[in-house]
Nanobody, 128 residues
Framework: QVQLVESGGGLVQTGGSLRLSCAVS????????MAWFRRAPEKGREFVAS???????????YYADSVKGRFTISRDNAQNTVYLQMSSLKPEDTAVYYC??????????????????WGQGSQVTVSS
């Protein structure tokens, strides 16, 4: 069973930066697409960013419009860790952030129901 453990959340002021980490217990063929989602208070789970296999040797990064240009998703294969670097943070970025994994070429990268593995969530709070 693949396990995902997030870390790096916290409280930051508007305009600040944070980096979230997601440690993956093992890299398998059923968990090689990675993504970040978030859930703000009284809102549904929202796609943030993903690293998605789009070819035999090609991985593409996708971002929600609301974070494009401010957030960067990356992966350290040697450490089995996925990162979400967040900059120019806004109060509306306040949410619990979840790391997720799914098998490549299955489902849509932006739909949470296609992801089989989830972390426990990490709170990010941006003060105004």
């Amino acid at each position: 069973q693949v396990q995902l453990v997030e870390s790096g959340g916290g409280l930051v002021q508007t305009g600040g930066s944070l980096r979230l980490s997601c440690a993956v217990s093992e890299r398998t063929s059923s968990s090689d697409d990675m993504a970040w989602f978030r859930r703000a208070p009284e809102k549904g789970r929202e796609f943030v960013a993903s690293l998605t296999w789009t070819g035999h040797t090609t991985v593409s990064a996708y971002y929600a419009d609301s974070v494009k240009g401010r957030f960067t998703i990356s992966r350290d294969n040697a450490q089995n860790t996925v990162y979400l670097q967040m900059s120019s943070l806004k109060p509306e970025d306040t949410a619990v952030y979840y790391c997720a994994a799914k098998a490549p070429f299955i489902g849509s990268y932006y739909r949470s129901e296609t992801y089989a593995y989830w972390g426990q969530g990490s709170q990010v709070t941006v003060s105004s």
